[in-house]
């Protein structure tokens, strides 16, 4: 690896935003890897300013022009094309802090020299709502020790609101590759995958209260809009079922307890959400879509089908009848303006 960490940009019509993404990755300095992935767009200028960073910082940045194959795809390309030890994804409208970033690398310098390096880094997000110009920070001090290297048998317990998203982990690179991480093209919401199947592959990690990662929430076409996710439910439930199908959860609960029940509790989520959005649309057809979804789960794990269904925070997508499903939406609406996670 010549480079400390490879930051891969999926860029897909970005040329409103994606310059200030680029400029604040370029504050990490000449051991850095910015890998832009302009994932066949059309629409503006987002192929030229590849190009031009490319031309203007050639031992920093790599332009990658490909037809459209999704963000998943453009990750896919980073992960590829990586020279940096360490690796993150950075959405083209999202942003890190540059101080933040300073702090990061100088731990993650340290921990490539290390005979046994550190597998997964992890720090705070900053949810940046345009809508009413608020920040919310998501922070897990309450989960992980800090200042030192940690496995999973010493994670507490995550909050609803502190799962660990794509944008508060990097990862080791070649722990990427060794677990065969390959995302679904023309695929929305791969980020799941993308930090949920190599976690059994981490044996450590470490933890920084610092607030690195800035998601822009709010653009009216953005992926994580109510109205797109309902029209996308479908690339949402192709997520969920390659999540549960990525990894025996009752096996790993026997080798590593705290992790099972984390992996546990997020692929629980990614079942409500799938459940409410689904009766969100509320169309015969989608509904009939949210019974398959459980009934694929049931025919993998039973157990699991009847813990999540009755016993956990999928229950929220399960309260039965027309008016058990107007509650759903309520609860769900209720958690939203309350954790404002979109």
């Known amino acids: 690896m010549s480079k400390l960490i490879t930051f891969a940009v999926p860029c897909y019509n970005s040329a409103a935003y994606m310059e200030h993404c680029v400029e604040t990755l370029l504050t990490g300095g000449e051991d850095i890897e910015i890998i832009l992935v302009d994932d066949g767009s059309t629409k503006d200028d987002t192929p030229a300013i590849c190009d031009r960073y490319a031309a203007q910082y050639p031992n920093i940045v ?94 507490g317990r995550f909050r609803p609101s502190q799962f660990l998203l794509m944008h508060s982990v990097i990862y080791r690179t070649q722990l990427l590759r060794d677990c065969g991480l390959e995302l679904p093209k023309h695929t929305f919401y791969v980020d799941n995958i993308f930090v949920y199947q190599p976690l059994p592959y981490v044996k450590r990690i470490y933890y920084m209260d610092i607030d690195l990662y800035r998601y822009f929430i709010g653009r009216a076409d953005q992926s994580v809009n109510e109205q797109v996710m309902v029209g996308r ?98 609860l769900y609406r209720l958690a939203r303006k309350i954790y404002k996670f979109n």
């Open 62 to 155: 790599k332009a990658i022009h490909q037809e459209n194959g999704g963000h998943g795809e453009g990750v896919n390309q980073g992960i590829r094309n990586a020279t940096g030890f360490y690796f993150k994804v950075v959405d083209s409208d999202d942003w890190l802090d540059e101080a933040a970033l300073q702090k990061a690398l100088e731990k993650l310098r340290k921990f490539a020299k290390m005979e046994k390096p550190v597998d997964m880094f992890v720090a705070n997000y900053v949810y940046e709502h345009v809508e009413d110009n608020t920040q919310k920070v998501v922070r897990y001090t309450n989960v992980f020790p800090q200042n030192k290297i940690f496995s999973w048998s010493k994670v």
């Open 233 to 330: 439910v479908d690339q949402q439930l192709r997520v969920n079922k390659i999540m549960i199908d990525s990894h025996d959860l009752r096996k790993l609960h026997a080798q590593q307890p705290r992790l099972a029940r984390y992996m546990s509790s997020y692929l629980s989520m990614m079942m409500t959400i799938s459940s409410i959005f689904l009766i969100l649309d509320g169309s015969p057809e989608a509904l009939g879509k949210k019974t398959e979804l459980w009934e694929y789960l049931r025919s993998k794990d039973v157990g699991l089908y009847h813990k999540y269904k009755y016993r956990s925070l999928s229950f929220v997508g399960n309260i039965p009848g027309y008016q058990g499903r107007k509650l759903s939406v309520k």
